[in-house]
């Protein structure tokens, strides 16, 4: 199917009434993924069109059972209608959700088979941000450009909200597949993050799949839900802002020779560009790899994102890398603040020729089908199709009753209505396509599995060294004065202490255990540092120190002097 071209097929919700079945009207294909295609609709209603939307229709996977594909989708359209109840800015605005047959012809009942899930979103007049930069060469020179700096910032503001939601109760959400296609740049300038189909939110029984794009991903998606966390998303970011700035993504087949260094044994995920041009500049070729570290504990905060976007605005000016169609120049507050619709010039390179085209054909579309067949005459020879629930009862071992056929070879029931052929049985679980979602649902479906670098647990465990430090040289001192005060054999004090260094050790490692079993396997948060741990352990030996310090008979005498004064 060529993108953009004019379509004549309608869809919607199964339903008693057999007008729903041509609820949307799809008049163009704006472009297909791993999962779904997308189409340009408009809604119907009584004849009368509505404005142009966004149709996304899912396609089920044969090899899965129907209700995990239920799940899957229902999840990612459950975190983006919270987030549009919630109010976050710069992302797409989600319309209706249903469940329904695939889209047909309109003079044409549905085709019997399993039903797919529908997304219906605000349709947004631009280009992707990948479409932008490849196209943005054949534009005029001095036509209005993308505002890089302040496309970085709506972003940062959109995975801040998403990551540290301000409302009372509302729960985290991830997006997991931040990259240019997924970034909307619209004739205003403005940029929406779109396609929260891997979205989830992030608890650690919502993550049964990871979506995982090679170029722009992060490794840690091999390693399940206990490795990914917000940092996945910055990842992300960081790819958006690479790409802005050399026209390339930043990842490549680790099997590949990347800068005529072959690896012996590359990793399952992809490694980092080595961009010649970067390679020149070494100060922005590190500030552009800071978000995309292989471990997340070495990425940016989200909370910094913007600061980190101004600083890379600036060494971008002073670089003078060639144009990829970005201006990197900080806009005012007033321009930063502009609303769809506003009359202003459109950037360069987001104009359509279909957009004007369809826009005038889909309407001739609609009044043509009224001058036809009405709706009710379409269906009287085949009664509408009813789609199965959404809520299937668990698969059990009972015999399975198959719905008679009728000679044309549709299943239809008792009244000879059609009916919507189900699943009799559970097809076994086949190995995932590449389709971007990384299924983690077992163990050994992600073979080989991710480990973090060699020395990053070692470098975590050193994170907060200096409580456990502060504490040790308490307690040494401490009980310095108390072997020193007892004017006896050393050996017994000595013992002591290293018994009391003993219990340290297993403090610490008490400490790490319980940090273990609540924040990682119960809460699913990664740990990024053993900060509490070393605090922990820190009052210990100085609560130890004054220990000993308390058996020193000059120093109680100090103290009680001290007290006294007071």
């Known amino acids: ?9 309608v869809c919607g919700p199964a339903s008693p009434l057999p007008e729903t079945f041509q609820r949307y009207r799809l008049v163009a294909h704006l472009g297909s993924g791993g999962q779904a295609d997308v189409y340009r609709a408009v809604r ?82 631009g280009v992707n941000l990948r479409e932008y930069v490849v196209n943005r060469s054949a534009a005029a020179p001095n036509a209005r450009r993308l505002n890089a700096v302040s496309a970085l910032k709506t972003l940062a503001v959109v995975l801040q909200q998403l990551h540290d939601p301000q409302e009372s109760g509302a729960t985290p959400v991830l997006h997991m597949d931040v990259k240019p296609s997924n970034v909307m740049v619209l004739a205003t300038g403005e940029v929406r993050l779109i396609d929260f189909t891997g979205a989830r939110y992030f608890r650690e029984e919502e993550i049964t799949q990871i979506a995982y794009t090679p170029e722009s991903g992060g490794p840690e998606a091999f390693g399940g839900v206990k490795h990914v966390g ?69 990425r940016p905060q989200t909370r910094d994102l913007q600061s980190w976007s101004l600083h ?60 036809g067949l009405p709706p009710t005459a379409m269906y009287q020879a085949a009664p509408p199709v009813s789609a199965p629930p959404v809520s299937a009862p668990p698969v059990s071992a009972a015999p399975v009753s198959v719905a008679p056929v009728s000679a044309g070879g549709v299943a239809v029931n008792a009244e000879g ?72 054999n050393l050996s017994g004090p000595f013992i002591a202490f290293l018994v009391v260094l003993g219990v340290a050790v297993g403090v610490f490692a008490l400490a790490r255990l319980i940090g273990r079993l609540v924040l990682e396997q119960r809460l699913g948060r990664p740990r990024r540092s053993a900060k509490g741990a070393h605090a922990l352990t820190g009052l210990f030996l100085a609560a130890a120190g004054f220990a000993y310090l308390r058996e020193v008979s000059w120093a109680v005498e100090v103290y009680h002097w001290v007290t006294g004064l007071f």
């Open 230 to 298: 917000p940092a996945y998303d910055v990842h992300g970011f960081g790819a958006v802002a690479y790409f802005m700035v050399t026209g390339a993504y930043p990842r490549v087949d680790g099997r590949s020779d990347v800068g005529g260094r072959p690896d012996a044994s590359p990793p399952p995920w992809s490694v980092l560009r080595r961009h010649p041009l970067l390679e020149r500049m070494p100060a922005l070729r590190d500030h552009l790899h800071l978000p995309l570290a292989d471990r997340p504990s070495d």
């Open 312 to 371: 890379l605005a600036e060494l971008v000016r002073r670089s003078g890398l060639p144009d990829v169609g970005c201006d990197w120049h900080e806009v005012d507050a007033g321009e930063t603040g502009r609303v769809v619709g506003r009359a202003r010039p459109s950037v360069s390179g987001t104009e359509t020729d279909a957009y004007q085209r369809i826009e005038r054909l889909e309407r001739e579309l609609v009044s043509l089908r009224s001058g």
């Open 1 to 9: 199917m060529t993108q953009g071209a004019l379509l004549d097929l």
């Open 417 to 488: 209505v059609p009916q919507m052929r189900g699943r009799a049985k559970v097809i076994p679980r086949a190995a995932p396509e590449p389709t971007g979602m990384m299924d983690i649902g077992h163990e050994e479906d992600l073979q080989p599995r991710y480990t973090p670098p060699r020395g990053e647990r070692s470098r975590q465990l050193k994170i907060g060294w200096e409580f456990t430090g502060t504490g040790a040289i308490i307690a040494f001192i401490c009980w310095g004065l108390w072997a020193l005060d007892s004017e006896g």
């Open 44 to 125: 119907v209603s009584g004849g009368v069109t509505s404005a142009p939307m966004t149709v996304k229709v899912f396609r089920v996977d044969p090899q899965r059972p129907i209700a995990d594909e239920l799940r899957s989708w229902d999840k990612g359209d459950a975190a983006l209608m919270d987030l549009n109840n919630r109010g976050v800015p710069g992302i797409c605005r989600r319309a209706d959700g249903f469940y329904g047959p695939p889209p047909h012809r309109p003079t044409e009942r549905p085709a019997p088979g399993d039903a797919v899930p529908y997304q219906v979103y605000d349709y947004l007049h």
